[in-house]
């Protein structure tokens, strides 16, 4: 079943607390993003990446940090997290094509962050 | 300039009638506006999706109308049903990258029955 997985899925944590989010796809696709979900706001790209080692910012992107040292995977990194950065987190990703843009982008279930 | 404005919040209507949802924009340089539908607990997903070389696009029961002159486009869910409770994202490309999509806010949709 073609799926983007995501971990954890919940996760209350402290303000300080290195943590890292991570992100799978089974379907070989290049581009994948990273997104935060505020009520209010709707969805805000923090980071994405074209391709294997390729990555550049989104629209929020301070005090995180992603890598992409395989196609498949996706690691979202909270070096020093801190309150302002609880929020519902989604992976997504689509085969790059011309524009990835518009391609369908296929979305994990989300994680829920809360940082105390 | 970039930005996507999406109303309402949140919206109520009785099964069997026709939710709309509205987006407008600045960006003339957007050229494809895709909607999204969310469940809770889930991800968005891929819903229908317009370029502005057209005026309207159906998909069952799901229409996008589109005024380029305006600046504007929109959702049509004829005869909504329960089962499309959920939350719609409406978004666009933005103009001067082939990889970030500029999204909404979101609307809240329930359908009584």
């Known amino acids: 079943e073609a799926q983007v997985t995501q971990n954890p899925r919940y996760l209350i944590t402290v303000t300080g607390k290195k943590l890292t989010v991570t992100c799978s796809q089974n379907?070989?696709?290049?581009?994948m993003s990273w997104y935060r979900q505020d009520p209010g706001l709707g969805l805000r790209q923090i980071y994405y990446s074209m391709n294997v080692e390729v990555t550049d910012k989104g629209d929020v992107p301070e005090g995180y940090k992603v890598s992409r040292k395989e196609k498949r995977n996706f690691p979202l990194i909270l070096e020093s997290p801190s309150p302002n950065q609880t929020s519902l987190y989604f992976c997504?990703?689509?085969?790059?094509?011309?524009?990835?843009?518009?391609?369908?982008?296929?979305f994990g279930d989300g994680t829920r962050l809360s940082i105390l | 300039q970039q930005q996507v404005k999406q109303s309402p919040q949140s919206l109520i209507v009785q099964k069997g009638g026709i939710s709309i949802i509205n987006c407008a924009y600045e960006n003339t340089a957007f050229d494809y506006f895709p909607w999204y539908q969310q469940f809770p607990g889930k991800g968005p997903a891929l819903l229908i999706a317009i370029r502005p070389d057209v005026s309207e696009k159906k998909e069952g029961r799901f229409t996008i109308s589109f005024n380029k002159s305006a600046k504007q486009f929109s959702l049509h869910i004829m005869d909504s049903q329960p089962g499309d409770s959920a939350t719609y994202f409406c978004?666009?490309?933005?103009?001067?990258?082939?990889?970030?999509?500029?999204w909404g806010a979101g609307t809240k949709l329930i359908i009584k029955p």
């Open positions: 978004a666009a490309l933005k103009g001067d990258s082939n990889y970030q999509l500029i």
């Open positions: 997504a990703s689509s085969s790059r094509l011309d524009r990835a843009g518009d391609q369908p982008q296929h």
């Open positions: 379907m070989n696709h290049e581009y």
